[in-house]
């Protein structure tokens, strides 16, 4: 389980990271969310459904902290979740993220 220090702080960086990538005028089409269960978050996309006030949700990526790093997980083709071997784990959640953001495999940022 993340300690509240860390989740305040990861709830910051995230919700500084989701204002950034998603502009105000489309948040009406697009958003993202992110969610903190135990040891894990989860960045996810949602778009509006063709009912009123409900959203499509499409998780994006997973942040697990094990043994005091941060791995990150993709969904493969089965839909679980599977360890990007590619991204080092790092101590340092913000290096995760940046490293997400780069998506030099194109795991993440699918168009």
Same mark, same amino acid.
Do not use: S
């Given at each position: 389980m993340i300690d509240p220090f860390t989740v305040k702080r990861i709830d910051s960086i995230m919700s500084g990271y989701?204002?950034?990538?998603?502009?105000?005028? $489309?948040?009406?089409s697009v958003r993202l969310r992110h969610e903190i269960v135990d040891n894990q978050l989860? $960045?996810?996309e949602e778009r509006p459904t063709s009912k009123r006030n409900e959203w499509d949700r499409i998780d994006i990526v997973q942040f697990r902290l094990e043994s005091k790093q941060w791995k990150v997980y993709a969904k493969n083709g089965d839909h679980r979740w599977t360890f990007v071997e590619m991204i080092s784990p790092s101590t340092d959640f913000e290096r995760q993220l940046?490293?997400?953001?780069?998506?030099q495999a194109g795991l993440f940022w699918k168009s």
């Open positions: 989701i204002d950034q990538k998603i502009p105000g005028d $489309l948040r009406v989860t $960045l996810a940046e490293q997400v953001e780069i998506d």
